[in-house]
């Protein structure tokens, strides 16, 4: 992959056009949340700056820097901050997610306060068995005790809020996609430290690549959203 993105860029270089330049498509690993949130906006940029394409692969963000490591893809939104070996990384910022509810599941379930005993019994959403961050927010709360509840299990960041917009559960869900939820008061904070900030990074195989390089840049402009520390 990395040869054929190389004789991409040679040939675009040299001005050629339409079937004289072969194809070129770039594997990245990107988070769910980020796919559904801001990452689109990245390949925008890219599809404005190349020829190249992207073969995207929607992957959790404590897992995406495997499929660098394997080789599966060539660049990866992940979690990770410490460098995959022969990769270059970029700090993006971060995700914040925010445990919430409804109103009324609120009252119904944690009318008492958060605590290791509502967490037990009030049915929790899942995006999938890789998703840690209820079970992070919940230790928070609860420390070592065995943490049990009812659980839905749904692999969709969009229906994942609408989910909670209907009461199924509480959830820790990604700030940019329930903004209006809760300035409206459709969804609210479990309690008053309800959020998590995931730093993101870009990773990307050292390929001295025009491709690669329009889309490193491609992604940087598009996170600038993220929430950044002061």
Same mark, same amino acid.
């Given at each position: 992959?990395?040869?054929?993105?190389? =004789?991409?860029?040679?040939?675009?270089?040299?001005?050629? =056009?339409?079937?004289?330049?072969?194809?070129?498509?770039?594997?990245?690993?990107?988070?769910?949340?980020?796919?559904?949130?801001?990452?689109?906006?990245?390949?925008?940029?890219?599809?404005?700056?190349?020829?190249?394409?992207?073969?995207?692969?929607?992957?959790?963000?404590?897992?995406?820097?495997?499929?660098?490591?394997?080789?599966?893809?060539?660049?990866?939104?992940?979690?990770?901050?410490?460098?995959?070996?022969?990769?270059?990384?970029?700090?993006?910022?971060?995700?914040?997610?925010?445990?919430?509810?409804?109103?009324?599941?609120?009252?119904?379930?944690?009318?008492?306060?958060?605590?290791?005993?509502?967490?037990?019994?009030?049915?929790?959403?899942?995006?999938?068995?890789?998703?840690?961050?209820?079970?992070?927010?919940?230790?928070?709360?609860?420390?070592?005790?065995?943490?049990?509840?009812?659980?839905?299990?749904?692999?969709?960041?969009?229906?994942?809020?609408?989910?909670?917009?209907?009461?199924?559960?509480?959830?820790?869900?990604?700030?940019?996609?329930?903004? =209006?939820?809760? =300035?409206?008061?459709?969804?609210?904070?479990?309690?008053?430290?309800?959020?998590?900030?995931?730093?993101?990074?870009?990773?990307?195989?050292?390929?001295?690549?025009?491709?690669?390089?329009?889309?490193?840049?491609?992604?940087?402009?598009?996170?600038?959203?993220?929430?950044?520390?002061?």
């Amino acid at each position: 992959e990395q040869t054929a993105l190389l =004789e991409h860029d040679a040939l675009d270089r040299l001005g050629l =056009e339409g079937d004289a330049v072969p194809h070129a498509s770039i594997a990245v690993a990107v988070n769910h949340d980020s796919l559904e949130t801001w990452f689109m906006d990245a390949a925008r940029l890219f599809a404005a700056r190349s020829r190249a394409t992207l073969d995207l692969q929607s992957e959790d963000q404590d897992h995406t820097a495997a499929l660098l490591r394997n080789g599966s893809v060539m660049g990866a939104v992940t979690a990770l901050a410490d460098p995959v070996q022969g990769c270059r990384i970029h700090p993006l910022g971060s995700m914040r997610y925010v445990a919430t509810c409804t109103p009324d599941f609120h009252a119904r379930h944690f009318g008492q306060g958060v605590n290791a005993r509502s967490l037990a019994s009030a049915p929790v959403l899942v995006f999938n068995r890789k998703d840690a961050l209820q079970a992070r927010f919940a230790r928070k709360v609860m420390g070592d005790v065995p943490w049990q509840p009812p659980v839905w299990w749904l692999p969709s960041s969009r229906a994942f809020v609408q989910a909670t917009l209907d009461g199924l559960g509480w959830t820790m869900n990604p700030l940019p996609l329930i903004n =209006e939820a809760l =300035e409206s008061g459709r969804l609210v904070p479990l309690r008053a430290r309800a959020t998590e900030d995931v730093p993101l990074y870009w990773q990307h195989w050292r390929v001295n690549s025009q491709a690669m390089e329009a889309l490193t840049q491609s992604v940087l402009a598009a996170a600038g959203n993220l929430v950044r520390r002061r």
